[in-house]
């Protein structure tokens, strides 16, 4: 139950955020910019194509000047964390949005999660931990041993709503 409230500690501490759209951004906030994608072989009829880039903003004067991080991973032990400073004039953004901090998803995922972990405990403690039938007719079950019955498994399923 303690690591139960340590995850919803840990993410109560690090919350959930929304992305609000801004005319300027303080240095040091994280933004979201959607910028256009163009090549040659853009349909002039379609829809223009966007990429979001997510960074701390160093400068936000007549052009935004943001830090990003890029990962990519090659194979499964290598990976290459880019740093890189990305300079944007105002006709090179579509829209600028800042992460602000959402107190509101935060406590409603930490309720979910500790609703969640009261409703696996109970269906976890209402089960009864099996009946006294034998295993496989060879006597009673083991003492300190698992015993996995019928009641133990459809309380969890019904705890999680799948079956009833």
């Known amino acids: 139950m303690t690591g139960v409230l340590a995850l919803s500690a840990s993410l109560a501490a690090a919350g959930c955020h929304t992305y609000v759209p801004v005319t300027s951004a303080e240095p040091g906030s994280t933004v979201r910019v959607r910028v256009p994608v163009t090549s040659a072989l853009d349909n002039g009829n379609a829809a223009p194509q966007t ?4 960074g701390d903003v160093i400068e936000f004067a ?3 000047v943001l830090a990003v991080i890029d990962r ?4 499964a032990y290598r990976e290459v964390v880019l740093y890189d400073t990305l300079r944007l004039a105002p006709d090179q953004r579509l829209s600028v949005e800042q992460a602000e ?6 406590v409603l995922l930490s309720a ?8 696996l405990a109970l269906a976890a403690f209402n089960s009864g931990g099996g009946d006294d039938t034998p295993i496989d007719g060879g006597g009673p079950p083991p003492q300190g041993g698992i015993v996995i ?10 705890a999680l709503g799948i079956a009833r």
């Open 149 to 158: 019955s019928n009641s133990l498994v459809s309380g969890l399923l019904g």
């Open 51 to 54: 990429a979001a880039i997510e």
């Open 72 to 75: 990519q991973e090659y194979g």
């Open 112 to 119: 979910a999660i500790a609703v969640g972990a009261g409703a």
């Open 101 to 106: 901090f959402s107190t509101g998803r935060t």
């Open 62 to 64: 007549d052009t935004l």
